[in-house]
């Protein structure tokens, strides 16, 4: 008998409803070595100084030779020892900027809560948000906003986009677990060493590489920013070499997962230590580091590997774990791993390697984290606050030096999509960075299957499929991916620029199309104005000012006020509405390059 999914879908919720509470919940997926570890107090109070540092003003001194690095003789290694500067950026910087008579583009409050919104929180502020959220000094700014849930979802979201979450490749219990690993990690409840350790085992990570020396350069990349040397590589392999990429079927989901499995290897026909191969299982390029496993009742004949014994990874204990996590515990002990985490974070807010360009920085920030623990949260901080975040990118630059004028970027596809159905109350569904492809949970048919969609992100249509309106215009733009093979990109071209008009169009409805839906036109006008308003030139400036402060999240200047005045009169002349004004003004704002790089 064949049952169609609209009948399904509603049988599927009634069950779900009436399900005992001692029976499977979907807040309970989360399984694995990332819920192990960073239960207790917080690393630090969570309260950075140098949030607010009183800025010097340049040396009087000549500019510099800007053909080559900026060189700081003693007098300005002097001037910056006095500065009192408490941001490590800001000191570090100090001897590359207003030591050698360099100063910093200033920059403006709507341009700065902008930047920071998007980077921490995923989404661009309307201007009565960013004028109540960016009170104060910009230290605690950003106390607040990294407080929030919506940076720990962002953070989330960069780590599936870095370690490829796919649940087609890894159990969906291991990504559940490495996502709480992320959130603790950017909570301060577990160091960016420990991080790295409880990492380099998951089986998010051992489950997407196959060959152990595929997994050791993968560690790495991730972790150091290089590949191994060869003998790095055929070292750091032999503690990979007991990984096995299985599947397991849970009871709940009724669905064979992906998963990882310890295999028993340098062992003899007895089960016992093999003296002879044993150092097959060691690794002596950083210390004698062994990682021998031995069976017992938890082990379980897999037919794919003729019968040999293995042992799922949901079954070790938190001391197995320990033992599995010796090559992130490895590569923690070099500096360049910390150099890597502070320019990682660089990366993410300024979008151009600093540390390359000013190494100071670098060593500034590595004290820094050590400093506070290893507390992530210390860095984002630093870089959030520091001058070579808050500064313009606006203008003319007087200086060819990166860090003297600020970040410019491009949005991702989600931030893009996000803001536009906020500021025009358009609703939308989203996708789950956890769940790549929701509909294989669809397909298992279980009560289980259907409740941890519910309680995702992704969203169900009126005939029962997964809703992939979203997921559809963001992979086009690169967002939203898969994760099979590729991942996360940005590009701008005539595909993208076409699919960005054709969704910005639905949105704002310029034709006034009675059959596209559109925004509501009540958000696109100031509060008591109706669509059916004669249009003059006041009319104009006021839709304009309420467009500018609600799209674009600041006051238009008087340029673009004077631009929505002429063309208010000029649709004064064909007897216009409000409405008729507003749409096509939506369009112009929501196409502009404002919204698509901050």
Not at 417 to 444: F, N, Q, V, W
Not at 510 to 517: A, E, N
């Amino acid at each position: 008998m064949t049952v169609f999914r609209p009948l399904l879908l509603p049988v599927l919720a009634l069950l779900a409803a009436c399900q005992p509470t001692y029976t499977f919940e979907p807040e309970q997926l989360a399984s694995g070595p990332g819920g192990m570890v960073g239960n207790g107090a917080p690393l630090t109070s969570g309260e950075f100084e140098g949030g607010d540092d009183v800025l010097p003003e340049p040396r009087d001194v000549p500019p510099p030779n800007e053909s080559r690095p900026p060189d700081c003789d003693a007098g300005c290694v002097a001037f910056c020892e006095g500065a009192a500067l408490r941001n490590p950026i800001n000191r570090g910087l100090c001897r590359s900027l207003w030591g050698v008579g360099l100063r910093a583009r200033p920059i403006q409050a709507a341009e700065a809560c902008r930047r920071l919104f998007v980077d921490m929180l995923g989404r661009m502020p309307d201007a009565d948000e960013a004028e109540a959220a960016c009170q104060g000094g910009w230290g605690d700014t950003v106390k607040r906003l990294m407080a929030s849930d919506e940076f720990i979802h962002v953070q989330q979201r960069r780590a599936a986009d870095r370690f490829l979450y796919s649940n087609e490749v890894t159990s969906l219990q291991a990504i559940y677990d490495m996502d709480r690993l992320v959130a603790k990690l950017h909570r301060g409840l577990v160091p960016y060493d420990l991080f790295a350790a409880v990492v380099s085992a998951h089986p998010v990570f051992t489950r997407r590489y196959a060959d152990p020396g595929d997994k050791a350069e993968a560690l790495f990349l991730q972790f150091l920013g290089r590949p191994p040397f060869e003998h790095e590589r055929a070292d750091m392999a032999r503690l990979y070499k007991l990984w096995h990429s299985g599947y397991y079927d849970h009871p709940q989901l009724g669905m064979r997962l992906p998963d990882a499995f310890v295999r028993f290897r340098c062992l003899d026909k007895e089960g016992n230590v093999d003296e002879v191969s044993r150092g097959e299982c060691a690794s002596v390029l950083w210390g004698y580091n062994e990682l021998v496993f031995t069976p017992d009742l938890r082990s379980a004949r897999d037919p794919s590997l003729n019968n040999a014994l293995t042992l799922w990874s949901g079954l070790l204990t938190p001391e197995e774990w320990a033992r599995l996590q010796i090559p992130g515990r490895i590569l923690a002990r070099d500096l360049a791993f910390w150099e890597r985490a502070v320019d990682d974070v660089l990366d993410q807010y300024l979008g151009y390697e600093l540390s390359a360009r000013v190494p100071e920085v670098r060593g500034e920030l590595v004290r820094w984290l050590l400093a506070n623990n290893g507390d992530l949260r210390s860095v984002h901080f630093a870089v959030a606050t520091s001058v070579a975040y808050l500064q313009s990118a606006e203008g003319a630059a007087t200086s060819t030096y990166r860090w003297s004028y600020g970040p410019l970027k491009q949005v991702d596809a989600e931030v893009w999509m996000d803001s536009l159905a906020r500021s025009t109350g358009y609703e939308l569904p989203a996708c789950d960075h956890r769940i790549s492809r929701p509909k294989a949970l669809l397909d298992a048919g279980s009560v289980a299957g259907y409740r941890v969609l519910q309680e995702s992100r992704w969203k169900m249509d009126d005939e029962g499929e997964v809703d992939q309106r979203y997921s559809q215009l963001a992979r086009t733009l690169g967002g939203c991916p898969e994760n099979v093979v590729g991942g996360r990109f940005r590009v701008v071209s005539i595909l993208t620029t076409a699919t960005q008009l054709a969704y910005v169009q639905e949105l704002c409805n310029p034709t006034l199309d009675p059959k596209v839906p559109g925004a509501a036109v009540e958000r696109l006008l100031p509060e008591g104005m109706t669509p059916r308003t004669a249009v003059n030139a006041d009319v104009g400036a006021q839709i304009a000012t309420h467009q500018y402060r609600t799209l674009l999240g600041r006051s238009p200047d008087a340029t673009e006020l004077t631009e929505a005045r002429e063309a208010a009169t000029e649709c004064s002349r064909e007897l216009c509405s409000a409405e008729e004004f507003a749409r096509p003004y939506c369009f112009a704002l929501l196409s502009s390059a404002e919204r698509l790089f901050y």
